[in-house]
């Protein structure tokens, strides 16, 4: 058997000539003094040498290690160069696969608006790729996605937490189903974090109401901000509807918008009649944003539009967080019209919730729009009357 001093003082000769250890294993010495680890073979009759690195960089003992691996492929019938072959291959392959890159593959795949893919992307790039973006999708494992859950719920992000659990699960089961990966790692983590219960915030009172309204008249958030908290509030539409309108689902001369089924979480035209403080709100901003696609642009991407977010963001610097979100314009638009005694019929029509019955969800949708147009020019005139008493 050779000693690490046996290799270190083995001096070229004028021939190639091999020092034997153990098992199959050589230390071949050049005559230019390269020295470079060999394991002789047999596999199905036919003698082969396989390269184990060279010397000093890999050690005898590193060199010994390698050879009884190799030794344990051949018993398997296996050639190791061959295997050696195909893990590059597959490595040189999982580089390219990294989770970053099977996300978007995924993103692709779904049959999503443009808007609804970049509002995911978007959560990944400042959530997910930052930790696990370059990393091969097969090598990543359920530490890696624990941390990024954790940071999230640490920073007071639990919802963003919970989509991102939702959305690394989904890519992780489309790299299996694409043979990129073995297993999703979210599952083993995927109640580590207590459940991100929804908190609904109640009906907000006819005085608060007309002081939320009264706040945001004298906050100096962006009038794009003001604009759209105003027409959530005169239509009672959903956040995401509103702030991602645009300008050909509006016609104000028939004081209609028109929001696509695409938008609409039913995935069905909703037909929504303008107030005329609306119709007053929207031809004043159509001489600022009239050119662009979106009632409300994106403040760094003006082709896109404008994210609900900064609704919650200005609600925040309000200081009304805690007792109202963007959506509680929905419960409180229903409460405040129950009480003004408008058919529950009607009222469910303007808040776009489906109706089961079919037949009676196309007689509402036949008959109500007049009682709703009605309704709804009532409520912005209540709406001015309860800010106008702050």
Not at 350 to 358: I, P, R, Y
Request: charged share 30%; hydrophobic share 40%.
């Amino acid at each position: 058997m050779l000693t690490d001093t046996h290799c270190r003082n083995a001096k070229p000769r004028e021939k190639l000539y091999r020092l034997n250890d153990q098992r199959g294993l050589y230390l071949e010495v050049k005559p230019n003094g390269v020295k470079a680890w060999r394991y002789r073979f047999t596999l199905n009759g036919k003698a082969s040498m396989f390269a184990l690195g060279e010397y000093p960089a890999v050690t005898l003992s590193e060199a010994r290690e390698r050879s009884e691996a190799a030794r344990k492929l051949v018993k398997q019938g296996i050639n190791p160069a061959q295997q050696r072959q195909l893990d590059r291959i597959r490595q040189a392959s999982e580089a390219k696969n990294t989770f970053e890159i099977v996300a978007k593959e995924w993103l692709q795949t779904k049959d999503w608006e443009d808007v609804t893919k970049n509002r995911r992307l978007d959560m990944l790039e400042r959530v997910v790729f930052p930790s696990i973006g370059n990393m091969p999708v097969r090598e990543i494992t359920p530490a890696h996605v624990l941390d990024i859950l954790q940071k999230t719920v640490k920073r007071g992000a639990p919802t963003v937490a919970a989509e991102a659990r939702r959305t690394m699960s989904a890519v992780f089961e489309f790299a299996v189903a694409t043979l990129r990966a073995d297993s999703d790692p979210v599952w083993p983590v995927r109640k580590a974090l207590p459940a991100n219960k929804t908190q609904h915030k109640p009906a907000l009172s006819k005085e608060q109401i007309g002081k939320l309204l009264s706040d945001f008249a004298n906050h100096r958030c962006s009038f794009q901000v003001s604009h759209c908290m105003q027409l959530m509030w005169w239509t009672l539409a959903r956040p995401t509807e509103v702030a991602e309108a645009a300008w050909d689902e509006f016609d104000l001369e028939k004081a209609v918008w028109r929001i696509p089924a695409q938008r609409m979480k039913a995935r069905k035209e909703h037909v929504v009649p303008l107030p005329r403080q609306a119709v007053e709100m929207l031809k004043g901003l159509h001489a600022i944003t009239g050119n662009r696609k979106h009632l409300f642009p994106g403040r760094d991407d003006r082709n896109a539009p404008m994210s609900a977010a900064s609704l919650r963001q200005a609600i925040k610097a309000l200081g009304w967080s805690g007792t109202y979100s963007p959506h509680a314009t929905r419960t409180s638009g229903s409460t405040r019209l129950n009480e003004m005694g408008y058919r529950p019929d009607a009222i469910e029509a303007q808040l776009a919730h489906a109706d089961q019955n079919n037949v009676r969800r196309t007689y509402n949708h036949a008959t109500y729009f007049d009682e709703r147009r009605a309704m709804m020019q009532e409520w912005a005139d209540k709406l001015d009357e309860w800010k106008g008493q702050v």
